[in-house]
């Protein structure tokens, strides 16, 4: 670890204090048939990555990495090198060891003093916090000494941290000079520490002597002397912090970008950190950024990167929206007369992301043909009206955007489309998909309602992709399609398991796997022909695990049906399905989408509707044939839970071929009337009227009639007295 990373730690802390949570809150859904916001907004990059495409010059330092810590990383390093240090010096071992756990025992004393005052300037410090702080254990009173035997550059190094620590910055620094005045052959290990503590030791008071110190920590570096921390490396951020506090804003980003490369992430917290105090200033501060191609990169960087927008470094007060820097950006960057290909593709997202339409339309001008720039183009094109150029466009830019399998393996951002995320409410969804997704929307559009579908499913919209599937396209329609695209692949053969146990695997946008796409969209369709009674061409389409259910549930309604049969064994049967009907309706003919939202287990609904498509006006507007097409009902009655209808309606086909007063006909009546009561009482009164006029003399539907309303029953069915009030 850096020295300077707890400096980057303590703004990383206070931006991870103001930075929203962005799981309970998109921009925009996961859906692009609700509107045209979803396929108008702009995508956002990672800024990291946008600092990582800068071809940063390969550093000459670089950062000693460790997960130990830096006190502990720095601990190890010193006696390491005091190890080395003692063996050249010919100290015999048994002197060695002496010497080497005398002085790490002076250390552990400085390091508890060390951590002692950090917490006693923690607890002076002002915080945003819920609990009270903690007051601080007892001052170290063990008196540390320098250890006899020590080298004379370590005995020079530890006697300034020994001052440094107490407060005595003056004998600190004597003693850290009087190291550096030694001859080079006596001062290998010590001198980059030395200088570099000096850097620290004149920060506050001679800003300008910091800056040499620490460019002399990398000079002496360069000569040969010891790095075993890294510190030249660290050396460049904390040189930076100095011109930061200056608001010399070019040099410092220089530096902080050659930190970067160095290894060292916390030059990540310190640009970004940098870019927010920089945007605060006037546009005529701005204008040197602007003007300077490094600097200008990652100013922009800052503005594509979305979660940056709430980020306030200079206080923990709401941001202030009227103060959103992009137009002065965008001003200075036009001042400027920038040329730079790379800067003018940044540039124009960064306009579209601002609503600069016209200045972001200059800018792709400007910029080279890219994907980025054309699909900003498509874009353009649509708020425009123009659907079937924008859609010509995109098809031309999905082909450089392949979707591929959701992978955890991150590779390096090559181009500023490699670097592009969009939000949704189920996670950050990737260039490739977004694309594909959109170009899905557009051919929706264009009443091009297969190849929508193909586009939509692919990019793992399946809400999307669920209400073309299912309320626009036929079923023979949909079946044509799976049959040619989504073939059966190898299931694990069927358990015997209850199938309400079934939970299937749905994926959101970037988490739908092709394996998940292939089952959902079949068993979408299987679900969709059960719904038309097509039992056998439905079959091949289920899981596996819900084909003998499936089964049954056939069986029952081929006997229910056969007139050749008596009246008790189709009844039995009818009444078999329709309790199948009620316990697996949603998993055999249960609607992916709208009324039954299978898609969200029926526990809630979202995603496109009918009467949503229906109203919708803008360049992604339904046409009236697909108006006329997802009127269809194929869900009888069209309300949520349908298969609890069709359930019950089974249940009165198998009474009305009861005899009446039989405690077999009132147990099916009441039964089917309970499965409606409670959300649909009106539905549930024809059941209930049926009980008590045909058995009336059954307990069951003379306590019906008693209460009124359908009875509670215990266990074995009986009916129960109407409670009390309380």
Known sequence: MSLNAKFAGTMLAAWVAVSPAFGCGPHFPNTFLTGDEAALDAPAAEFCGEIERMKLTPPIHRRVTSDKGFASEAADADLADLQIALEKAGVKPAARQTILNTHCAERQKLRALADYTEQLRESERPQYRILPPTKPAPAPTSRIVVTTGLPGEFADYFRGAIAWHTGDEIAAIASWRA?????????????VWAAFMLGKAHLKREPQKAVEWFQQTRLLARQGFAD???LAASSLGWEAKVYFKQKHWVPAIELYLDQAATGDESAFVSLRWLAAVAFKQDAKSLAPLAAHTKARRVMTAYLLAVREKWWNPEGLEPRDEAGDPSAKWLAAAESAGVRDVESAEQLALAAYRAGQMETAQRWIQRAAVTPITQWLQAKLLLRGGNVDAAAALMEKIAKHFPVQPPTTNTVAALSLADNLYVLSEVGDVSTPRQVLGELGALRLARREYVLALDALLRSSFWMDAAYVAERVLSADELKAYVDRHWPAWPRVPAKAADATDYVPMRGGADTMSPDQQNESIRWLLARRLARQHRFSEARPYYPAMLQPRLDELARSFATGNAAALTAQQ?????????????????????????????MHEGNFEDG???????SLRGGLAPSADEIRRSQRKEASPETRFHYRYVAASLAMKAAALMPDNSDETANVLCTAGDWLKNRDPKAATVFYRALVRRCPKTALGAEADRQRWFPLRDAAGRPLPKPKRD
Do not use: K, Y
Request: net charge positive.
């Open 179 to 191: 190291l550096l005045e030694r001859p080079a052959g006596e001062r290998h290990f010590r001198s």
């Open 570 to 598: 189709r009844a039995a049967a009818l009444w078999t399905a329709a309790c199948l009907t009620r316990t697996n309706g949603m998993e055999l003919i249960g609607t992916e989408a709208q009324p039954d939202w299978a």
């Open 228 to 230: 075993s921390i890294g």
């Open 608 to 614: 496109p509707t009918v009467a949503g498509r229906a």
